[in-house]
């Protein structure tokens, strides 16, 4: 079976499609300024590719090590391994900019394979970008690589094994290149899940979460990616490495944190043992309102502290409400709409929470909070908004493919900060958005929902969406970026909760972990890659 | 009000002394062949202490930098922490040997006076030790620093102030010279607790605690140490490190876990921001049965599995709820051992369990629990047990004081492993201990209980009770302790689960973390430690 693969301008296959309802369209004029146009993505795949700079003996020792079919050097298979999915990558496609594209694409089928592909790589002074889904959103996959010879995007897509189920112990050992709809359902038939649902989880593969500290939709329930990992085995140009072992070891520092997050800097992650638990036998989805944000941070923030979260729990802000609902635009929901507001929830805010246990745990949780969240002046609003966010749970990115044909600009970003400086975060980083996003006639749309919750804070996902300044859009959104950044920093935000750094990030890391901190991280890096041929320019800039 | 302080030669105070009743004496004749006898250790107090090698100029500049009062070369000050309270530190001790002390006792009033000290030290070339509660066993602060002019105990317990109580975030940021029951009593003000209780809370500190990568008695629920922690501020001799941040960011590696077990080879840790909760209104201890080890095993693995672990689950094997039974010598013991035999019990095991929470969760969960324990064949023995381990929770070692001075040989040892390897690791590591200590007409007695309990898998906690050989004691324990270790590794245990890693672990780190580990962990130290002061010898032996 064919796997489908993301559209080389976009996200998903072209039958994914979404139109844009003429009342959504009305909204967005008047909302935002938009200015109504039709701006399709240039038909990139008919671009010339750059000539590949790969060596022909470096070709030739590649093609001895994995085989003549797992050399590539043709235009679509770098062009599919040449941008991450950010709207930076996508506004470049669209234009016809296919620069910066690997000289080749290499595909091991063995751990092995990827030892002595880096070592001849190291000799032949060739970078090495390692590859998943390519749905990254950070600028992981395009460090510049203008110091090296040639550039190599290794894709992690054979290293595909399930290697060993220990269902005693709830551990399995699994290839990087598995996406999470496929190690799902292989561990559906014991009974098993992973529980790790990012956005992008169509398409994402395992080595992809663990390299860059994914959190997927459940991870309030069932932890981060980094906390699923148990261990991990790492290629790097000066050997193999080994890192984690179950349950728990006292023996000095965690090494095995030095490799989740290295975003291909220190080597290739070819293996990775993963805490599954046993799925869950209930599921349960439903929405509640509350009147405004700071009462439904509160309720968060009562439920963590009272050791009720849900598995999900999703707080959309006003506006993100009030958006979600003209997007949706059922008849329901404006029925719904008028019940909120005459109970006081006009500016309400929306909360998705998700239950998933046996349904004796599910029932007795779901009671507990739900008195909670009452006490905060919540008001259920039943199964349907519930069900209708599991529905759509993936298809954030489809929409956004529509939004960008039609001249708008939408990106999301996302930082985390205690409880006690959220509200100040949130202020602070949507503010910056609108100013620097506002020209005359002209407003962004800022929306932010909190995404994941722990007992000493939470995360914010912002999503913006503008009219497109159609001569200089990277600038548009790069200053826009920028602005937020400092901002949310400045508050006590962190860089990232869970998009990681590549190079986009690259230039505020100092300012999260400090100069020693980087420092320490050249440091382990000069000792596993000294020549720097490991995805350069991601991570430190 | 004056603190208590461990004694010199074995734990706490006198005043806590414990003694062994006849039948106890006749049961250990009986059961190892112990040779009565009494072994009182010497009066180190009075052995002179060798000559301070700290060079005056050194003295000088320190007292300049943390006063005079605070300076000190005296021996009672050096001998104080001049050893750890391993077996092998307390039989060197009790036998008159106080070799290894550090040449003076510094105490530093701040971050940057450690900062300073450090500074100094490298300059002077002076190694330093960072000392906390010297609750250690693992001989962490006794490393080889036979390379450097001195050596310098470097005691945090000046660095004992909570700077900030973030209740709202639950995070409090403190000094690591802080202990647990100094922290706990300050945090019961406020309604919260941080719940870490290792054995050697009433003198181990917060420092110790991060430096060794510590688990508790109540880990199972509250989490181990590490996960305890959300930031750390690390003086080392090239500047300082500010690591962590919470709740959570995916901008890198995670460096916070590279401080935590790092046991003073990078710097000094000189405040920790900790994740505290609120205060448990209910706690609930109780006993229970199990017919035998694989029952007992399986019916926690089934807890972990089905989310219902107690907050404190603690596990004997035969041998140590048979010990436990004669230790404790009640009538009323006697007649519950008759009742369980009757049951079938015979070799049965203890399970204490703990609940710690508000009273309705600790009933549902205790209810759901318990339907659970009984399908495994366990039976409920009541809360008499329970709040019997609770008021001895910290007693092991007073207890070990009386047993040392009559001649005999205990000692603990700590690993983890996957659910899968525990039964294999429990059998090798027990056999290797008893081939090792038996000699004619002698052989150890052998406890094992499972301390921490995991999805994953479990810890696995052996107390060694034999007859000394007076000629050898340190040569017949090291001859054990290595047999025990490679037994334990080979199967697919930790090095150590709680203990960390010395001096005396050292020899098998590589053995864990592989060769690449061990030279990623020199690569840090030498970028934050380039003259290698801080505490030589330990981790990487």
């Given at each position: ?76 298979s770098r062009l599919r391994r040449g941008a991450g999915r950010s709207y930076l990558d996508l506004i470049r ?335 602070a980083t949507r503010d910056a958005l609108i100013h620097s996003l506002s020209v005359p006639g002209k407003q ?23 009219d497109r300044d159609d001569d200089r859009p990277m600038q548009q959104w790069l200053l826009a970026k920028r ?59």
């Amino acid at each position: 079976m064919e796997r489908a693969e993301l559209s080389l301008t976009g996200w998903g296959p072209a039958d994914n499609a979404h139109e844009l309802s003429n009342s959504v369209r009305k909204w967005l004029r008047r909302e935002i300024g938009w200015n109504p146009r039709v701006t399709p993505p240039e038909a990139v795949a008919s671009v010339p590719t750059a000539a590949t700079r790969l060596p022909d003996s470096t070709s030739a020792a590649l093609i001895e090590i994995v085989g003549d079919d797992h050399v590539r050097t043709d235009g679509p298979s770098r062009l599919r391994r040449g941008a991450g999915r950010s709207y930076l990558d996508l506004i470049r496609r669209r234009g016809g900019d296919i620069s910066g594209l690997p000289d080749a694409v290499v595909l091991p089928g063995s751990h092995d394979e990827v030892l002595s592909v880096l070592r001849r790589c190291v000799a032949d002074d060739i970078a090495v970008v390692p590859f998943g889904g390519g749905t990254g959103v950070v600028g992981g996959l395009t460090g510049g690589a203008d110091e090296h010879r040639a550039v190599v995007s290794l894709d992690v897509a054979r290293l595909n094994a399930i290697d060993s189920i220990d269902a005693k112990s709830l551990l399995v050992t699994a290839g990087p290149g598995l996406r999470g709809p496929e190690f799902e359902s292989r561990m559906a038939r014991y009974g098993l899940t992973l529980g790790h649902f990012p956005q992008s989880y169509e398409f994402a593969t395992l080595g992809g979460y663990a390299a860059t500290r994914s959190a997927g939709q459940a991870s309030t329930g069932y932890g981060r990616f980094a906390e699923l990992v148990a261990g991990a085995r790492l290629a790097t140009p000066v050997g193999s490495w080994q890192v984690g072992r179950a349950p728990a070891s006292a023996a000095g520092p965690d090494l095995l944190g030095m490799v989740l997050g290295s975003e291909g800097v220190l080597g290739v992650i070819t293996e990775l043992t993963l805490r599954v638990r046993p799925a869950p036998e209930a599921k349960h989805y439903e929405g509640w309102s509350f009147p405004s944000l700071p009462r439904g941070l509160e309720g968060l923030r009562q439920l963590a502290r009272a050791e009720l979260l849900p598995d999900i729990a999703r707080l959309s802000d006003p506006d993100e409400t009030r958006a979600n609902i003209v997007m949706s635009g059922s008849a329901k929901v404006n029925s719904l709409q008028a019940l909120l507001r005459a109970r006081g929830h006009g500016a309400g805010c929306l909360l998705i929470v998700g239950w998933e246990a046996d349904p004796g745990t599910v029932s007795v949780r779901r009671r507990a909070a739900s008195s909670l969240l009452r006490r905060y002046e919540a008001v259920r609003i039943g199964r349907t908004v519930g069900q209708s966010w599991l529905a759509n749970r993936y298809s954030g990115p489809y929409v956004r493919d529509a939004l960008l044909d039609v001249g708008l600009l939408v990106e999301t970003l996302e930082t985390a900060a205690s409880w006690s400086d959220l509200p100040e975060v949130y202020e602070a980083t949507r503010d910056a958005l609108i100013h620097s996003l506002s020209v005359p006639g002209k407003q962004p749309l800022v929306m932010c929902h909190v995404s994941h919750v722990y007992p000493t804070g939470a995360s914010l996902c912002f999503t913006v969406l503008a009219d497109r300044d159609d001569d200089r859009p990277m600038q548009q959104w790069l200053l826009a970026k920028r602005a937020a950044t400092e901002a949310l920093l400045s508050k006590g935000g962190v860089l990232t909760h869970h998009h990681a750094v590549g190079i986009d990030h690259a230039p505020w890391l100092s300012r999260e972990i400090g100069d020693l901190g980087v420092a320490v991280l050249h440091a382990v890096k000069d000792r596993l890659d000294p020549t720097g041929i490991c995805n350069p320019g991601v991570l430190f800039g």
